[in-house]
């Protein structure tokens, strides 16, 4: 396993993109990338992004976008299977269901490599996954929360991401490792807002008016920053103060997340690089140089950020990342 930082942010997108002698190396490959769809800003920054290194160094990129269905995933590979593509990138909406396809990309000679998502199967399925460590998200998203409220008891509700993917199994997973042994935390309502800021908002609703208007609420953990979102609105509309009110943690590090920040509506949020396709193109260019396999599992950096750092610098940072 590989732990990187691919951030870079502070050089602005000329700190994600690549050196010539990277450009150079990939030129003419035409690689396959199988996106989820567009559910959160986050996913809109990995789109833009990947594209923008692809055409950095050359590759000829054929976009698919599944608009959140794996039949439509499953699809558009079999489509780069055909075209003989040299390499796929895949970020699998779900984690099962994969075996089939990947085997025929195996067969078919064609690396494979998993952006910001994992997938259970047979690792020798893919040449690499390129990803955080989720489980370790929720955990630093937990303990924030730990270490904010003290010996306070505090009622947490959760708003997941899509069933069955893989960072809603993962986030969920460290955030209640963290928490457990503090017994005056408890999650007392956990639902799926399917990583988007409408359903993030329509969940926190149901969970206001089902918790006494949202007295019985002393922190929301949102799986990603879209909800969270969705989620401060709700808490507005219900006449309450996210932020104060209701604590407010979530996970990516969009750029409206410290506005939110910056208006005292956020608490902390765990930064996710939208830049996964820079160390997917240099693991592909390392293999094809060299034949030498990458490790199986590149991780990103965790880091959290709260409004002690800075969030109107770092909105700034991020907004031209394509958010
Ligand atoms: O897989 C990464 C997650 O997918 C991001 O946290 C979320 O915003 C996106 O939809």
Redesign the pocket.
């Known amino acids: 396993m590989k732990v990187i930082n691919t951030l870079a942010l502070g050089a602005g997108l000329a700190g994600l993109l690549l050196s010539t002698a990277h450009a150079e190396g990939l030129q003419g490959k035409v690689i396959g990338f199988s996106q ?1 769809g567009s ?5 809109a920054a990995e789109t833009s992004v990947t594209k923008q290194v692809a055409a950095e160094r050359g590759v000829d990129l054929k976009f698919a976008d599944a608009q959140q269905k794996q039949e439509n995933q499953i699809k558009a590979i079999r489509g780069f299977i055909a075209q003989g593509v040299d390499a796929i990138l895949v ?1 699998p909406v779900v984690a099962t269901g994969w075996e089939e396809v990947l085997t025929e990309a195996k067969e078919a000679n064609i690396p494979v490599v998993l952006l ?2 994992g997938i259970e199967g047979p690792e020798d399925l893919y040449l690499t996954s390129v ?1 955080s460590d989720q489980v370790k998200e929720g955990r630093v998203a937990g303990e924030w929360l730990v270490g904010t409220v003290g010996d306070q008891t505090c009622n947490i509700v959760e708003l997941q ?2 069933v069955g ?3 809603a199994i993962n986030r969920k997973q460290g955030f209640e490792e963290a928490i457990a042994g503090h017994a005056n935390l408890s999650i007392i309502r956990s639902q799926t807002g399917d ?1 988007t800021r409408s359903k993030g908002k329509e969940v926190m609703e149901g969970f206001l008016k089902a918790e006494g208007g949202g007295a019985n609420i002393c922190a929301v953990y949102a ?4 909800m969270a979102v969705g989620a401060i609105q709700a808490i507005k509309d219900a006449g309450l103060k996210p932020g104060s009110d209701i604590l407010v943690v979530s ?2 590090a ?1 750029p409206d997340i410290f506005s939110a920040m910056v208006a005292g509506e956020a608490n902390a949020t765990v930064e ?1 690089t939208p830049n996964m396709a820079g160390p997917a193109f240099d693991a592909l260019q390392a293999y094809w140089d060299t034949g030498a396999e990458p490790e199986k599992f590149i991780i990103t950096e965790s880091k959290l950020y709260t409004p002690a750092d800075d969030p109107q610098g770092e909105y700034d940072r991020r907004k031209g990342l394509g958010y």
């Open positions: 989820i559910e959160s800003g986050w996913r970020a910001d998502r990803a991401g899509t993917s893989s960072p990583f799986h990603n920053d879209d996970i990516d969009v996710l």
